[in-house]
Every structure is written in structure tokens, then in C-alpha cells.
């Protein structure tokens, strides 16, 4: 009569089963995967994945980072591509090239890199036109 919801997903395909990368730990080389990702030790390469990062404090990525969405509190130096929202921790340490849907960035966190956020770029230009648009009267006085 009652099922155990938790056995049921892991049943069909392993969707709520999170992949650890422990503390400690130095991984060389590409990751690819459907599921989502914590990482407290080291990747030296390339992680692809659909689902959710998490880089912890003491979590560090030296290569490419290709994600749904990430969590960073440790360090990445390379190349993020993050299509929804990357959020940067207060202790983050991100250097390199980001593209990103959206940013949410905590006070202390450290950000060196070239930011392009998509579908936000599209918008604004719309937006500029619209207001500069015939009949916009410029306020300027010479």
C-alpha cells in the first residue's frame, strides 16, 4: 500500500542520487554525467553535467565547468558554463571565463573573469531601443 518514495526514484534511473567528489581526493581528467555533483576535493580537467554543482570550501576545479546551475565556495580557475544561475559563496575564488543565465554573488566573494550572461543581453538592447525609440525627446541642453 505505501511505497518508499526515496527507493522508487533510484529505481527509475538514479535521479536523486548525488555524485561526491571527496576531500582528498585529486581527479584528472573529464567527468560527464546526468546527476548533480559535490565537490570537495580536486578535479584537474573538464566536468559536464545537466544537473547541479556544488563546490564546496574546500572543493577545487582546474579546467572547464559546464553545469544547469552551480554553488561555488571553493575555487575554479577556467572556463564556467552555467545556463541558469551561478551563485558565488562569500569564500568563492572564481578566475577565468564565465557565461551564465544568471549571477548571484555574496559579499566577499572573489570574481576575476570575463562574465557574458546570456538571453539578459537580448533583453536590454530591446529595452534601450524601446526608450530611444521615435517621440523619446532627449533631455541635453548645449
Known amino acids: 500500500m505505501f511505497t518508499d518514495s526515496k527507493n522508487f526514484k533510484s529505481q527509475q534511473g538514479g535521479l536523486s542520487q548525488q555524485n561526491t567528489i571527496a576531500k582528498g581526493t585529486i581527479f584528472e581528467g573529464d567527468l560527464k554525467s546526468e546527476g548533480d555533483f559535490r565537490i570537495e576535493g580536486i578535479i584537474k580537467g573538464a566536468l559536464l553535467t545537466k544537473g547541479k554543482v556544488v563546490i564546496g570550501s574546500t572543493g577545487f576545479i582546474d579546467g572547464s565547468l559546464s553545469c544547469n546551475n ?17 551563485s558565488l559563496r562569500s569564500s568563492a575564488n572564481v578566475n577565468g571565463d564565465v557565461q551564465i543565465g544568471k549571477l548571484a554573488v555574496e559579499p566577499g566573494a572573489i570574481f576575476n573573469a570575463q562574465c557574458q550572461m546570456k538571453n539578459a543581453v537580448k533583453e536590454l538592447k ?14 541635453q541642453s548645449a
Open 70 to 86: 552551480a554553488d561555488i565556495e571553493g575555487q575554479v580557475k577556467g572556463k564556467i558554463i552555467v545556463t541558469d544561475t551561478l
Open 126 to 139: 530591446s529595452e534601450l531601443k524601446a526608450k530611444t525609440g521615435p517621440g523619446v525627446k532627449s533631455e
